[in-house]
């Protein structure tokens, strides 16, 4: 315990099954502002570790990095529209460091793991920096500039090394299980299909295909969801009046799909509001501000008419408004399932008594609340934010028509529709699944037109997102579906509840899992565009770009 004129700081270091557990309580003694709280630990970086960097937000990418590589920053030009998706507008307080990672990271040398995870994220965000040449894994708590006058829990740090199961098991037992016991699941939405280009008459249709289909099947698909997306609303803010395509309301829609013995699911992005919205015109005071007063762009969205608003949480009116749309959806309109996207809007202009990891929390809690006992699929949220408070959460970037978007990768956003981006992230948020909320991979597209995948393509998709995710959704019109797809994608699922063993990168992209689905098996995906010779005994095959083999061990 250290004692200040202004504060004292309550230090402690125990050992908890193995690991070292690092808290710190801040206790002022006057109003004192506090920027960031780092701890240092020395390490000795090795050519060969594998140093895991998970992205600031549930699109964010995430992967492992050698100890020569640097995670690219956004394109000076690209900041204006995009900073606020992921952790640019962050780095414009905080030096940017090379290799990071948020929330929890580990490195990786053989089998053996160096595990760092924060045990609390309600008090600010934890970002973990891998500095190479000063040898040190550095720990930050982010306070953003908070004025206080009261005590702070500020860090409860987990570190430990072990192997891989060990690390994560324990990383999970300080942090809590999950109280929201949810089942996998197996849906359709309509995003990738129609994009927000939906009516009802689309979407009647849609439902009728993916019923019959699915329910003639010969693969147990167990709880079954039928969710609409982006599309149905006047403006994005203004959730409660549908427009001219349903003429009939949401509440017609909901009661087709409670017909069909299939789950309701539903989108809204509850935290921001277009130009054109009414709460936008009827409503400034409801707007998160910027430091000129004028309302805050969260980001842009083309499909929106532009630019889009971040609403602020503590106003009194917004948060009566965003109780009605919930109470509506779900008890009016009898929807059972919620998809709220955008959520990291709430928390990029924190008021100054709060950091962003505070705002954050809130806003996760408030929405807790409004879901009661229905279900959240929570997306596009700073991810340990989410942890316990989402029955789903989305664990990557939206799956793309093609492999990568061109623009956007070179314009470096890490937040973009990209399935490369996508299934590395799957692959490497794989642990989260069925402890701190159930994966949410996105989509898999077995339609044969209308993108730009190729069959490999489809089959790795689909594959990485059974073994890595427990949530999968389809977004394809089940009517065009050939017996042979059909049979392929069934014959991938049964592998939903495997149990993975482990997860190899032998090379750049190239991954060998072993898994137990009845029987021991060994999956080889090649996310790359180069050709590999399989790492299996007893075979001398070569993976062409992007396929992908399941084989019996």
Request: aromatic share 14%; proline share 4%; net charge neutral.
């Amino acid at each position: 315990m250290s004692f200040f004129d202004e504060a004292y700081f309550d230090y402690k270091k125990v050992n908890e099954n193995g690991a070292d557990r690092f808290s710190l309580f801040v206790h002022p003694k006057q109003d004192i502002t506090l920027a960031k709280i780092t701890l240092e630990i020395p390490y000795n970086f090795s050519a060969e570790d594998k140093l895991f960097c998970n992205g600031f937000q549930s699109w964010s990418a995430s992967k492992t990095y050698g100890v020569h590589e640097k995670i690219p920053g956004l394109r000076s030009i690209a900041k204006r529209y995009f900073k606020y998706y992921g952790d640019e507008y962050i780095f414009e307080d905080y030096k940017r460091p090379d290799l990071f990672s948020w929330t929890y990271g580990y490195i990786q040398r053989g089998e053996n793991f160096v595990f760092i995870g924060s045990v609390q994220e309600q008090t600010a965000f934890t970002l973990i920096e891998y500095d190479i040449a000063a040898s040190i894994i550095r720990v930050t708590k982010l306070c953003d500039n908070i004025k206080l006058n009261h005590s702070f829990p500020a860090f409860d740090i987990l570190f430990q090394r072990g192997l891989e199961k060990d690390v994560f098991d324990n990383y999970f037992k300080s942090i809590g299980e999950n109280p929201k016991k949810s089942n996998p699941t197996f849906g359709y939405t309509s995003w990738y299909r129609h994009y927000n280009k939906i009516n009802a008459d689309k979407i009647i249709k849609d439902l009728e295909s993916f019923s019959q289909h699915t329910d003639q099947v010969p693969f147990n698909l167990r709880d079954r969801i039928f969710q609409i997306d982006d599309g149905y609303q006047t403006e994005i803010g203004d959730w409660l009046s549908s427009n001219t395509n349903f003429p009939q309301g949401m509440a017609d829609i909901a009661s087709n799909i409670l017909a069909k013995n299939l789950i309701p699911g539903i989108w809204v992005a509850p935290f921001v509001c277009s130009k054109k919205s009414k709460i936008y015109t009827q409503h400034p005071d409801w707007l998160l501000k910027s430091n000129q007063g004028k309302p805050l762009r969260a980001g842009y969205n083309p499909l929106w008419g532009g630019w889009y608003f971040a609403l602020d949480i503590y106003n009194a009116q917004v948060r009566d408004y965003l109780t009605n749309v919930f109470f509506t959806i779900l008890q009016k309109w009898s929807y059972q399932l919620i998809k709220a996207d955008f959520l990291f809007a709430a928390c990029i202009a924190p008021p100054s008594d709060k950091t962003r990891g505070q705002v954050m929390h809130d806003a996760m809690t408030f929405l807790d609340q409004l879901v009661g006992q229905h279900t959240l699929l929570a997306c596009g949220v700073p991810l340990g934010s989410a942890f316990h408070h989402a029955s789903y959460c989305r664990i990557g970037p939206d799956i793309h028509l093609d492999w990568d978007h061109s623009l956007l990768r070179f314009l470096r956003k890490r937040e973009r529709v990209s399935t490369i981006n996508a299934l590395r992230t799957i692959i490497h948020r794989r642990h989260l699944s069925n402890h701190v909320f159930i994966n949410d991979p996105d989509v898999f597209i077995m339609r044969s037109a209308g993108h730009q995948l190729d069959i490999n393509q489809q089959f790795t998709i689909l594959l990485v997102q059974v073994l890595f995710g427990h949530q999968i959704f389809s977004s394809d019109d089940w009517a065009t579906y050939s017996e042979e797809t059909i049979h392929e994608i069934g014959g991938l699922l049964r592998y939903r509840d495997a149990k993975i063993i482990s997860c190899i990168e032998e090379s750049p992209d190239y991954y060998r899992i072993n898994f137990q689905a009845s029987e021991d098996f060994v999956a080889h995906i090649n996310l790359s565009s180069q050709n590999i010779s399989l790492q299996h005994p007893n075979t001398t095959e070569t993976l062409s770009p992007y396929e992908s083999l399941v084989l019996k061990k």
